[in-house]
Nanobody, 122 residues
Framework: VRLVESGGGLVQPGGSLRLSCAAP????????MAWFRQAPGKEREGVAT???????YYADSVKGRFAISLDNTKNTLYLQMNMLKPEDTAMYYC?????????????????WGQGTQVTVSS
């Protein structure tokens, strides 16, 4: 399974970005899909999950600002990020391939993308 993230970049505080995770040949709506992030010197943090195409989870740090979604026709997962803050700066990864039937953010994920860098700075 190949996951390819894109859409990262440099944005000012308060700005928006939309990250994409393309999964050629992998039906993203069937599986638990997740976004993680890791800032330099910090542990990896679970950001959001999407299961069954509509069941979502968000970390408290992004709730109300980020939205996870998918496009079945493109086999692509998205993370819309609004009202970005400097503390959102990190490498963002999408992940899938967990046996956890509840798609918990703490589950083990077998498939990872290479990551896309998000930098929030003025």
């Amino acid at each position: 399974v190949r996951l390819v993230e894109s859409g990262g970049g440099l944005v000012q505080p308060g700005g928006s970005l939309r990250l994409s995770c393309a999964a050629p040949g992998y039906t993203v709506s069937t599986y638990c899909m997740a976004w993680f992030r890791q800032a330099p010197g910090k542990e990896r943090e679970g950001v959001a999950t999407l299961f069954d195409g509509h069941t979502t989870y968000y970390a408290d740090s992004v709730k109300g600002r980020f939205a996870i979604s998918l496009d079945n026709t493109k086999n692509t997962l998205y993370l819309q990020m609004n009202m970005l803050k400097p503390e959102d700066t990190a490498m963002y990864y999408c992940a899938s391939g967990t046996a956890d039937p509840y798609c918990n953010i703490d589950a083990d994920f077998a498939y990872w993308g290479q990551g896309t860098q998000v930098t929030v700075s003025s």
